[in-house]
């Protein structure tokens, strides 16, 4: 049913060539379907004002902009994207209110006009970036450069013609060729690249060849072209070094013009002296992008129509950084904290999770053994989602691993690694070893095996390698565990209970490999979108180790219990065993006294499996979020221990009067006694019913 009136007259709405039903809601902002589909998934979907069938169930959504160009936020306001588009447009986009505006600097379109038939041209791109510090003006380019200072409501010009038109050029009517192609208007700004130094240098490359440097804001303007490259040749991308005043790296794409050469230049005195940076790209692969690492002099990233490459001596030498990067043209690339973003053509957007070991790497690297500097680690959680998750066939992104990735390389294969993760006193909070072989724990997979994957550990092999720690302390022992609805391909589907999360904080990192230690600093901190205190993140670390120490307490009790009952049912089952009535009669009283801690129903009952499975939960939830538990949680903590405490002292009396009793049964009829495991010999591997969630 559907009202576009507030509810004030409903209509049936019906998706015939998909036959689901939706159902239109609003939250005073602007209205969104509710699908309930085939029986009820639940799931919900923005739909726009203007258009009730469009309706969208992913985590992307348009920003303003155009189809192509930049997109890029303001620095000040993330609710505020700049996107350009065809023929100069720049559009203003508000996340708040989903307004788009008009901002370009002469906002009547150019796409499509000859370039001297129009007071500024563009081409298929409009160039847009941001100046590195305040007050952050936003430029853009056509064959002049602008630049406003107040998103976009004012632009000033502050070049001159910087693609070569010359005024008295001749032969500019009708087809004009490459030749006189410049001197008669055809080029445009192609790349912007404002210093990370100095607001006041700007670089720019054109799209005919020609690179312009100005260090004082605009007021004048120097040629420094690179010797060799050719008319026409595009300067894909220009980046300036953030380490090295004076230092930029220019892409040079000419496959236009059918030269697929590789091109790549570097220059450590602001333009005046260019050299050659192409040894080991790929010969009849055009570059389109060179970026320089923010952290490690000479570390660089190129972007080239056969993937992307890495250099560690500032260009000197270039090698692959494929992986499994699809072989497709990479248009660009960002590097963000410690990722490296890749924008392809048209095989999606692709991210090296952490390049921290890139920013280490030598020569040497793979003959010794090390333990590589961490990048600090964000206490940020697996998905949550609480209802079915999308088909496996269903095209997704993947998320980087959750918390911290350490790695090591082996310079030969070890007997044992051991790693440690060790809090500022000293104490080891995890401990990870090679030569463990314990199982994960048992839980009814209710679900294709696609949803799971075998568990990693530490590897003692040579070579490189990485090891993700979800930053949570040791997985609490319970009575059952299940796993999670909350399921991502590709990852292993989730069991719960996990251990909680550690606290930020500064941890140190020992890595053992056969008695020889390595340590590492690593700083874990605050998901930076929670607000938070720290007092609340204690309370709730604490919370859960009250928890979890009630858990083992069930544990135990359960496993002594389930231990029991399975020597019981064994005697039962035995020909013979139990053929004197009176043994007969002394099992099946002590099995019905024993009954209600395993099957006991209703709030008061002292079912040790029903305890536990609540508890658990209770530990799940306040390890869904940075904050201190809610007071009904409280209650149910105490409410459930002192039923815990009831079922274990109705347990304890069986077992010391009860027991002993059938004990002395079995031995006159000649049977082994009922043993109750130790701590050490309790092991509940009956796998968790399996639930029928909706």
């Known amino acids: 049913v559907v009202s576009v009136d507030g509810g004030v007259h409903w209509s049936d709405w019906y998706n015939q060539p998909t036959g689901q039903f939706y159902h239109l809601a609003t939250d005073n902002r602007f209205p969104y379907w509710i699908y309930s589909g085939q029986q009820d998934s639940g799931t919900v979907g923005i739909a726009s004002r203007s258009d009730y069938g469009a309706l969208s169930f992913r985590d992307w959504h348009p920003v303003g902009g155009d189809e192509r160009d930049y997109?890029?936020?303001?620095?000040?306001?993330?609710n505020i994207i700049y996107g350009s588009g065809l023929g100069g447009r720049i559009s203003r986009w508000d996340a708040r209110t989903g307004e788009v505006q008009n901002v370009s600097p002469w906002p009547v379109s150019s796409y499509g006009a000859r370039g001297t038939d129009v007071k500024y041209r563009y081409t298929w791109f409009t160039p847009i970036a941001f100046s590195a510090q305040a007050p952050y003006a936003l430029y853009s380019g056509s064959q002049r450069l602008f630049r406003s200072t107040d998103q976009g409501r004012h632009w000033d010009t502050i070049s001159p013609d910087l693609t070569g038109q010359r005024d008295d050029a001749k032969g500019c009517d009708g087809d004009v060729p490459i030749e006189r192609a410049r001197a008669c208007g055809y080029g445009v700004i192609f790349s912007i690249a404002p210093s990370p130094h100095n607001n006041d240098e700007i670089w720019i490359g054109t799209d005919n060849g020609l690179v312009q440097l100005t260090r004082d804001g605009g007021n004048s303007w120097n040629a420094i072209t690179p010797k060799g490259v050719p008319d026409w040749a595009k300067i894909s991308s220009l980046d300036v070094s953030s380490l090295d005043p004076g230092t930029a790296y220019a892409a040079i794409d000419n496959h236009r013009q059918d030269d697929f050469r590789p091109r790549a230049m570097r220059t450590h005195d602001y333009g005046k002296t260019w050299n050659m940076i192409a040894n080991g790209l790929p010969d009849g692969h055009f570059v389109s992008v060179v970026r320089a690492d923010p952290v490690r002099r000479g570390l660089l990233y190129a972007g080239t129509d056969a993937g992307v490459f890495v250099?560690?001596?500032?260009?000197?030498?270039?090698?692959?950084l494929?992986?499994?990067?699809?072989?497709?043209?990479?248009?660009?690339?960002?590097?963000?904290?410690?990722?490296?973003?890749?924008?392809?053509?048209?095989?999606?957007?692709?991210?090296?999770?952490?390049?921290?070991?890139l920013r280490q790497l030598d020569a040497a690297a793979k003959a010794t053994t090390r333990l590589f500097a961490p990048a600090p680690a964000f206490r940020v959680r697996n998905d949550q989602n609480k209802d079915t998750p999308p088909p496996a066939e269903t095209a997704l992104g993947k998320n980087p691993p959750n918390g911290a990735i350490i790695d090591y390389t082996l310079a030969t294969s070890a007997k044992q690694v051991t790693l440690e993760i060790r809090d500022a006193a000293g104490h080891v909070v995890r401990r990870f070893d090679s030569n463990d072989a314990t199982p994960p724990p048992n839980a009814e997979a209710y679900f294709s095996d696609v949803w799971l994957k075998p568990a990693t550990n530490l590897t003692k092999d040579a070579g490189a390698h990485r090891f993700e720690w979800n930053l949570r302390l040791v997985r609490p022992k319970a009575a059952q565990y299940n796993y999670s609805i909350a399921a991502v391909l590709g990852d292993s589907a989730p069991i719960a209970p996990a251990g909680a999360l550690v606290l930020p904080g500064d941890y140190q990192v020992v890595l053992d490999v056969d008695g020889h230690e390595f340590r590492q600093p690593l700083t874990i901190k605050s998901d930076p979108r929670v607000q938070t205190t720290r007092a609340d993140l204690d309370q709730a670390l604490q919370f859960s180790r009250s928890i979890e120490t009630e858990l083992a307490r069930v544990w135990q009790a359960y496993g002594e219990v389930d231990a029991v009952q399975k020597q019981l049912d064994a005697l039962t089952k035995k020909e013979g065993a139990a053929a004197q009535s009176a043994t007969r009669e002394a099992i099946a009283a002590f099995v019905v006294?024993?009954?209600?801690?395993?099957?006991?129903?209703?709030?008061?009952?002292?079912?040790l499996g029903a305890i536990s499975e609540v508890l658990a939960a209770l530990a799940s939830d306040i390890e869904g979020a940075d904050r201190a538990p809610t007071t009904p949680q409280e209650h149910v903590l105490a409410d459930y221990r002192a039923r815990l405490d009831r079922a274990i002292a109705q347990w304890q009396a069986l077992r010391e009067h009860d027991l002993?009793?059938?004990?002395?049964?079995?031995?006159?009829?000649?049977?082994?006694?009922?043993?109750v495991p130790t701590v050490d010999e309790i092991r509940n591997d009956g796998p968790a019913e399996s639930k029928d969630l909706p």
Request: proline share 7%.
């Open 322 to 357: 494929q992986r499994n990067l699809p072989v497709a043209w990479a248009r660009d690339l960002l590097v963000h904290d410690n990722d490296l973003i890749v924008a392809t053509q048209g095989r999606a957007i692709w991210v090296l999770d952490d390049v921290s070991v």
């Open 71 to 78: 997109d890029i936020p303001d620095p000040l306001d993330a």
């Open 311 to 320: 250099s560690f001596d500032d260009g000197d030498q270039w090698q692959p």
């Open 593 to 607: 006294k024993l009954e209600p801690l395993r099957e006991g129903k209703g709030e008061a009952a002292p079912n």
């Open 660 to 675: 002993a009793v059938l004990d002395a049964q079995l031995k006159r009829a000649g049977l082994h006694e009922i043993h």
